[in-house]
Structure formats: C-alpha cells, structure tokens
C-alpha cells in the first residue's frame, strides 16, 4: 500500500527556510520520480519540483535557486528544502509519486510565511 506523509512545515518570516519531509512506505522512493505541488488558498495546483529516478531534477522558475529537492533512499524519504521564503510561497506542499497529476498524494503539510 502506497503512503506518502508530509511533515516540516510551520510559520516563517520572510526571508526564512524551512525542510519539509515526505516519509514513503509501500514502494521504493528511488525507483520513482517524485514530485512536490503546492496549492496556495483559492488558487489551482501548481508543480514545484521533481527529482527523477537518475537522480536529475527540475524546479519552476518561481522557486528555482531557493529550493532543493533531494531523497535519502536509506530512509525512503523525500525532502524539499525551502529558503528565502517569500509570502507568495504561502500553500499546503504535497508530495508525489510520478508527477504533478498522480493519485499517490499525501495530506500536505501547511507553510505560511508572513511577517
């Protein structure tokens, strides 16, 4: 049974880093591409990153060069690693297994950054 538990986020101030976890059971995380979205109040969902099974990865531009995806296989877990926070980063953050549109969703872990 695939499970995919977020945890890590919290309240910064702009300017601020957080890590956010994805702990996966039921399949080997490496074997997979996995991918974290992010859904902002009111608004659609949207793609943040993916690092694929070789180890590659990509970002959207609104992220890129403050965010970095990365995945220890010895603990089957996936992390995104979050800094120079803005308020426009403001959403529930989900991790993925595939892509941006798979079913293997897990509940999402909330950041706000506000000052």
């Known amino acids: 049974q695939v499970q995919l538990v977020e945890s890590g986020g919290g309240s910064v101030q702009p300017g601020g880093s957080l890590r956010l976890s994805c702990a996966a059971s039921g399949f080997t995380l490496d074997m997979y591409a996995m991918t974290w979205v992010r859904q902002a109040p009111g608004k659609g969902l949207e793609w943040v990153s993916t690092i694929f099974s070789g180890g590659n990865s990509a970002y959207a531009d609104s992220v890129k060069g403050r965010f970095t995806i990365s995945r220890d296989n010895a603990k089957n877990t996936l992390y995104l690693q979050l800094d120079s926070l803005k308020s426009e980063d403001t959403a529930m953050y989900y991790c993925?297994?595939?892509?941006?549109?798979?079913?293997?969703r897990g509940q999402g872990t909330q950041v706000t950054v506000s000052s």
């Open positions: 993925a297994r595939g892509g941006s549109t798979s079913n293997y």
